[in-house]
Structure formats: structure tokens, C-alpha cells
């Protein structure tokens, strides 16, 4: 799960990490009066799940408060396009005002998980700022990696590592020593799976500060924080990957055309191979689960249909916990509501799967029941246009 920067600021901050003032303005007059409150001097800055918002337009530096309000009418709204963010950008719904920081030098700055190594990687640069992607394509020497001995743990000796690597001088090394530390101690107690501060300034009196920050959080570790997972914003996301995750369903896009409706991941894995195997391509992940209900597979439905992409779908059931004659009346009801207008492959096993293969023939649904994995995959790639 991805949050706005000025969620990753405050909850950085609550560690220990320096981060200019600022506070989310709802009209122009709200910027007006923040930034009155914050000396006059402020940074406008649109809040979306995605990078490389100055360079889109949506970072806007303002000598006054008048100016402030300005930049907010034009941010508020706006439909921001940014390298991150593909042709139709992102509509800015929440913008923020911090206090201007003078700077005399942009670092760059990350803590994220290495699978390689299985360790935390602190990566940093001297040549923070807008243009690190191209830093990290020309020129990858000039980023500094320094893993994290998972016996260990943060230590100053590593902070001091990396700070004499970005050339601070021994006083700044102290202030980063620290700062790195509240950034690992916030990855690690907020389950983080990766923590972004680009830039992170040096203003001209000396002092460290995160002035941008990027946190995204393991999925998995969320139902241990209530408090972060509050902090969704469901508009920043893809509308069907929300649906999904309503219903508590395990939804991934992907760039085939079998749509795929499959309870239990390792069923949903040996069902990709074997449409690929037949000679076609998978259109996502779809896992109903172990306690897939009625409603759970006519969300499931529903979201499959929605896929443009979708051209043929495979149903793959093994009735274990889950009952297939519960998944028959999931997807005779979602054929209701949606209109069915791609071919279905149905095969389904174990648990009443004789009584939902009844139910599914005996509806008016047209579909195509298969007895093997095989056999289902042979179908349905035959209904896409055969092997590619
Ligand atoms: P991003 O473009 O989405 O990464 O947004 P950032 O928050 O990183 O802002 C982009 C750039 O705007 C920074 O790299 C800075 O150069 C500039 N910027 C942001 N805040 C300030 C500020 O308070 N003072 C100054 N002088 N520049 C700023
Ligand atoms: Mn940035």
C-alpha cells in the first residue's frame, strides 16, 4: 500500500525524521492563511501516488501568501501527468503546503527490502533530486548501497558509511547517523517495504531535512496497523484491484487474455502455467480463496468481465472448504447482473462439484464444462483463437 507524501512526513516525523512544517489546504483561502502561518514562503504541492510531480506541474514554489492561494487554484483539480503516471495522469484531490527550505545541496535517500541478498538495502546519493533515475541509468556508481546485517541491525557504524560516502562533513554525519536510524527504526516497527526520500536537503545553516518522502507498506503486515491502513486512498488506485480487495479477493493484472477465477494461489499458479502451456496467456491472477462465498465469487465474476482485455474466461475450482455448488450460484448470479459476452470454461472439482455442474448446465448461462485441467485449458485457449 502506497500514502501520500504528507502521510509519509508525519508518520516519519513520529520517528524522529525532520521534515519541513506543512498542512493539507482545502481552498485557497486555507493555503492563504497556511502560509501566512508558516512565514509567507511555502511550496505548493499536489498529493498523488506518484513521483516526479515537479517536473509535471505540480510542485509550485510561492514568495507569499497570495501566491500560495494561486498556485493551490491551479493544482487543486488539475490532471497531473508525470513520468510515473502514463498519458492520463492523475486528478489532484489533496494539495499540501509546506514552508520553503532554502537549499544548499539535494541528496537522495531509500531504505527497501533486497531480495537478492535478503536484507535491508540502504541505497543513497550525492546527486539527489529530480534526475536520479537518470543518475541510476549513467552513472549507477555514484549511488551508494550499503546492506544491513539482519544479526545486527542499524548500527552507527553504518550510517557513518554511507554519510562519508555522500561526502557530509563530520557534523552532518553525526545528524545523518540518526536520521538514518529513525528512517530504518520506521521501516522496520511500520512493516515498510520501502522508504524514499528524495531529495533529502541540506539548507545553508546546516541542517538535514526529508523534503520529499515516499512509503509504501507490505500488504501483509497492514493488519498489524490499523492506524497506517486508515491511511488508504482508494482513488490513488486501480478501480478493480480495489473492488477486489473489498471482497477480499487476490486480484493481479496481468497481459493475457484468459481471464482466470481459481481458489488457492498454488492452484492459481499451476493454472497460469497450464494456459500458457495450451499456448495462451493468463489476463491476471484471480484467488477467490479458501472461503470463497456466493457474493466473494460474483464480485470475482464481475471484476473478470470488467477486464477489456479479458477475451475467454476460465473457472478452475477444486472444492475443498470451499463448495463448488456455492461458486455455481456465485457465478449464475453475477451472469445476471453482468452480461456474459466472452466464452466460459467451467471446470470444477471435488466438494458437491456434480450438483454445480447440474446447476450450471440446467441455468441459462452458456458455457463450457470441462472434466481436467488439461482439457479446460485446451478449451478455453480454443475459445481466444487458439496456441499464439
Ligand atoms: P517530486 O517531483 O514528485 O519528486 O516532488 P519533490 O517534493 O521532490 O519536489 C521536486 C523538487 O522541487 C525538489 O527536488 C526541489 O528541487 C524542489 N523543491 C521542493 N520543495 C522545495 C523547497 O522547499 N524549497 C526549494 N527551494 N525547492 C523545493
Ligand atoms: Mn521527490
Redesign the pocket.
Known amino acids: 500500500m502506497n500514502v501520500h507524501?504528507y502521510q509519509a512526513k508525519e508518520i516519519l516525523a513520529r520517528f524522529g525524521v525532520a521534515v519541513?512544517e506543512g498542512q493539507l489546504a482545502e481552498s485557497a483561502e486555507d493555503a492563504r492563511r497556511i502560509a501566512e502561518s508558516l512565514g509567507g514562503r511555502v511550496?505548493v504541492?499536489a498529493q498523488v501516488h506518484a513521483?516526479?510531480?515537479?517536473?509535471g506541474g505540480?510542485?509550485k514554489?510561492a514568495a507569499d501568501p497570495d501566491e500560495a492561494a494561486r498556485h493551490f487554484e491551479e493544482i487543486f483539480g488539475m490532471t497531473l501527468v508525470?513520468p510515473q503516471t502514463g498519458a492520463k495522469g492523475r486528478v489532484v484531490r489533496r494539495v499540501y503546503v509546506?514552508?520553503?527550505?532554502?537549499?544548499e545541496h539535494?541528496y537522495y535517500l531509500s531504505v527497501l527490502v533486497d531480495r537478492a541478498s535478503a536484507r535491508l538495502l540502504v541505497m543513497a546519493s550525492a546527486e539527489g533530486?529530480?534526475e536520479i533515475e537518470k543518475v541510476a541509468a549513467e552513472a549507477p556508481e555514484k549511488i551508494v548501497k550499503v546492506a544491513l546485517d539482519p544479526t545486527v541491525g542499524y548500527t552507527a557504524a553504518v550510517g557513518r558509511r554511507v554519510g562519508y560516502a555522500l561526502g557530509l562533513e563530520p557534523e552532518l554525519v553525526r545528524q545523518f547517523v540518526r536520521m538514518l536510524g529513525s528512517i530504518v527504526r520506521c521501516f522496520v516497527e511500520t512493516d515498510a517495504s520501502l522508504v524514499e526520500i528524495?531529495?533529502l536537503v541540506r539548507t545553508p545553516e546546516g541542517v538535514l531535512l526529508a523534503?520529499?518522502a515516499k512509503l509504501n507498506f507490505d500488504d501483509s503486515g497492514l493488519v498489524r496497523h490499523p492506524e497506517i491502513r486508515e491511511l488508504r486512498d482508494t482513488d490513488e488506485e486501480d478501480p478493480l484491484e480495489v473492488e477486489a480487495s473489498r471482497s477480499g479477493l487476490n486480484y493481479i493484472k496481468l497481459d493475457g487474455d484468459v481471464g482466470c477465477m481459481v481458489n488457492g494461489a498454488g492452484l492459481a499458479m499451476a493454472t497460469m502455467d497450464i494456459i500458457d502451456l495450451a499456448g495462451s496467456r493468463p489476463a491476471n491472477f484471480l484467488d477467490v480463496g479458501g472461503g470463497a462465498s456466493k457474493e466473494s465469487v460474483a464480485a470475482a465474476f464481475r471484476i473478470l468481465l470488467a477486464d477489456p482485455d479479458v477475451r475467454a474466461v476460465l473457472v478452475n475450482i477444486f472444492g475443498g472448504i470451499v463448495r463448488c455448488d456455492r461458486v455455481a450460484e456465485g457465478i449464475i448470479a453475477a451472469a445476471e447482473e453482468v452480461s456474459l459476452d466472452v466464452p466460459l470454461v467451467v471446470r470444477l472439482q471435488g466438494t458437491n462439484a456434480a450438483e454445480a455442474r447440474r446447476m450450471l448446465v440446467e441455468s441459462a448461462l452458456e458455457l463450457d464444462v470441462a472434466d481436467g485441467l488439461d482439457e479446460a485449458a485446451r478449451k478455453v485457449v480454443a475459445a481466444v483463437g487458439g496456441a499464439r
Open positions: 507524501e519541513p511550496v504541492k513521483g516526479g510531480r515537479g517536473k505540480g510542485i514554489l508525470t509546506t514552508r520553503a527550505v532554502e537549499i539535494e533530486g529530480v528524495n531529495p523534503l520529499d
